[in-house]
């Protein structure tokens, strides 16, 4: 897939910036394999001309009803920091979920290093938080 995008990009005159995904056991999207993602992270970074890596996410609360703790996000943290160590520069972005896990913000123990929160439905329509959080 990033191949493929890395083409359309590049045959198109543009670059693509892109986070790449890890899955933390919500098993909706990204690598479970974390030596795989740093690898593929690398890639992004040292052969797609066309991609730029933006950074690395996580999703949870979501599919597989993971809770957005402090230590599940601590893991994100530190597969970045792994990815950061291999490309050798600071991620962009170290996004941390959506708006499942913006009660670790509320709560002031959103892990040091999540830089990012995809929060659209919790502006919209906050039903994760009465939910989960009261």
């Known amino acids: 897939m990033l191949r493929a995008l890395n083409k359309a990009a590049g045959e198109a005159g543009k670059v693509h910036h892109v986070i790449i995904m890890a899955d933390l056991g919500d098993l909706r999207e990204g690598f479970w394999d974390k030596d795989e993602m740093v690898d593929v992270c690398a890639e992004v970074e040292e052969h797609m001309d066309n991609l730029d890596l933006a950074g690395v996410g996580v999703n949870v609360g979501c599919y597989g009803s993971v809770v957005?703790?402090?230590?599940?996000?601590?893991?994100?943290?530190?597969?970045?920091?792994?990815?950061?160590?291999?490309?050798?520069?600071?991620?962009?972005?170290?996004?941390?979920?959506?708006?499942?896990?913006?009660?670790?913000?509320?709560?002031?123990?959103i892990p040091e290093g999540i830089t990012n929160l995809r929060i659209g439905e919790e502006i919209l329509l906050p039903q994760d938080l009465l939910y989960l959080y009261g």
């Open 68 to 109: 957005a703790t402090p230590e599940k996000l601590q893991e994100l943290v530190d597969v970045a920091r792994r990815v950061e160590e291999r490309i050798g520069r600071k991620l962009d972005i170290v996004s941390g979920g959506a708006s499942s896990s913006y009660m670790r913000v509320l709560d002031g123990n």
